[in-house]
């Protein structure tokens, strides 16, 4: 299994991101998958997860109304669309599938 997250930066309050992971090693639309943060000195968190076949999403209430969770199943991808973005939102981000995580793409919001 191998998870590869891309799209983190340095990006001002009020701006937007959107974070990619690329899937393999398995079969992609079998599985749940979930996008985690941890921000320094702070543990890790869950921000958003989506079902195999995108039909449900859950989200941390930190990030409602300002991230989305989507995946393409086709292209064995899984996004988070991350607009309105905060200070506080600043955190490496993750990807998972249990019990598989990526190596983190970083994100810093700062002005």
């Known amino acids: 299994v191998q998870l590869v997250e891309s799209g983190g930066g340095l990006v001002q309050p009020g701006g937007s991101l959107r974070l990619s992971c690329a899937a393999s090693?398995?079969?992609?639309?079998?599985?749940?998958m979930s996008w985690y943060r941890q921000a320094p000195g702070k543990v890790r968190e869950l921000v958003a997860s989506?079902?195999?076949?995108?039909?449900?999403?859950n989200y941390a209430d930190s990030v409602k109304g300002r991230f989305t969770i989507s995946r393409d199943n086709a292209k064995n991808t899984v996004y988070l669309q991350m607009n309105s973005l905060k200070p506080e939102d600043t955190a490496v981000y993750y990807c998972r599938r249990r019990p598989y995580w990526g190596q983190g793409t970083q994100v810093i919001v700062s002005s």
């Open positions: 989506i079902t195999s076949d995108g039909g449900s999403t």
């Open positions: 090693g398995f079969i992609f639309s079998s599985y749940g």
